[in-house]
């Protein structure tokens, strides 16, 4: 775990613990070896560094490539094992970097959504995800997180300290038979 890693954990669980009291339901399906995939639904900013805290070791996480143009984000990201994703379509080059990090062995949290919900309400999934797990049958466990929007919502305002609750499901396992084609 780099330097700049460890300090964001360490302070993403001071801040979910002491301002929004957050609680981890099922933590112990969380795979905290080999790669997998965390797909969660996406309310707010807050949900990476609170969802990175379910996991005992560093993951990798998809974010806004318009991000980085952000002068302190942009320096941050990268050091935090942020893979940048463009918005504008497929970005085949994150798609890849995805599929690499997990053949290394490693975790990513991705927001199927692709991103925030205006109304708090589940959106549509964006392509990739299918294709992602197709190449690398990384096992993908399901969260869902709850508050999050009510701590800060997509359009701005104040930060508000509501209690924040993630769920974590029943892992998916995958194999090779699953891509099967039936007849």
């Known amino acids: 775990m780099n330097f700049y890693y ?3 954990y360490h302070l993403s669980r001071l801040a979910g613990r002491w301002f929004f009291r957050l609680r981890v339901i099922h933590r112990e399906r969380m795979i905290q070896s080999g790669p997998v995939i ?6 707010s900013y807050l949900d990476p560094p609170l969802a990175g805290t379910t996991c005992d070791r ?3 996480f998809l974010a806004r490539r318009t991000l980085l143009d952000i002068p302190l984000l942009g320096w ?10 463009n918005q504008e379509g497929v970005d085949r080059a994150a798609i890849k970097a995805l599929i690499r990090v997990l053949q290394a062995g ?10 925030r919900t205006v109304d708090g ?3 549509p999934a964006e392509p990739g995800l299918g294709l992602v797990i197709a190449k690398t049958l ?7 997180i709850f508050g999050a929007r009510e701590a800060l919502p997509r ?27 039936p007849g």
């Open 138 to 144: 990384a096992p993908v466990v399901p969260m869902r």
């Open 38 to 43: 965390l797909a969660m639904n996406h309310q």
């Open 58 to 60: 560093p993951i990798y």
């Open 155 to 181: 359009g701005g305002g104040p930060l508000r300290l509501v209690p924040i609750t993630i769920v974590i499901g029943e892992p998916i396992l995958f194999s090779a038979a699953d891509l099967e084609t």
């Open 76 to 85: 941050v990201l990268p050091k935090v094992n942020v893979i940048p994703v």
């Open 6 to 8: 460890c300090v964001g």
């Open 106 to 115: 490693n975790g990513v949290l991705v927001f199927p959504e692709g991103s």
């Open 121 to 123: 309400n589940l959106q």
